[in-house]
């Protein structure tokens, strides 16, 4: 189950390639998760780590037994608890959006763990992870998905996620899986200054928009809205 074994692909839809297995924690790539991967290389993320991840982490592991034929479906799926699974494709399209030019991703916190399966994606690209998560049963559920995979650069909290996490802070990238009407001010103070912060933000209760800050010096962000997209509730407590 731990071990790294050389393969050969390709992403079809982009110039995409790689002759080795991205990470030893997880299984070797196999055809549905390469297919996967050619799935959000063709809704445009072009990011070669990010695609890695998604080719080597097995999102059947994360899903109900029920749902396991859908595991590889670029599709959002129900979790429990009013969660879901997030698109595979849209989990690349944000974390891809925490890279800077040329530079390496240090320290993230993932508000949100759910079913572990984004924290898994990034443990793979970030140098070190903690991720929150307020609903207790999936914060024991998601500890028991990736216990098996033994990830050293995993960090997993049960706690309120707007609050953040002071004592680990500051972070170089802080990536949402719910949407607020806002960003929480205790994640803008926990970003590292040229850190990145990316999370879906409600307009409405109808709309919502992705939505990236950056922190350009101690007082000052920079903030770009992009695509729309549709993310549970953030909430506060535990």
Known sequence: FFFKQKT??????????????SSDL???????????AEKVAASGVRHRQVLEAIATVPRHAFVDEALDTRAYE???????????????????????LLFK?????????????GCGYQAAILSLVASEVYSIERIRPL????????RPFRIP???????????????????????????????????????????RLVAPVAKSEEEQ??????RVSSQR??????EEVFFVPLQSGT
């Open 8 to 21: 050969a692909y390709e992403i079809i839809a982009g110039d995409w390639s790689s002759d080795v297995c």
């Open 74 to 96: 670029d599709s959002a799926l129900p979790i429990g608890h009013q969660q879901t699974i997030s698109k595979p494709s849209v989990v690349a399209r944000m974390v891809e």
């Open 221 to 226: 962000y920079q903030r770009t809205v992009l």
């Open 139 to 146: 914060h024991d559920q998601a500890r028991a998905k990736l």
């Open 153 to 195: 650069n995993l960090r997993l909290v049960y706690g309120d996620g707007i609050r953040g996490l002071p004592q680990a802070a500051p972070f170089d990238g802080i990536i949402l899986a719910a949407a607020g009407l806002g960003i929480p001010d205790p994640l803008l103070d926990q970003l590292a200054i040229g850190g």
């Open 26 to 36: 997880f299984p070797s790539h196999d055809k549905a998760r390469i297919q996967l």
């Open 101 to 113: 030019p040329k530079k390496e991703l240090g320290k993230v916190l993932e508000i949100g763990t």
């Open 209 to 214: 928009q992705l939505v990236v800050v950056e």
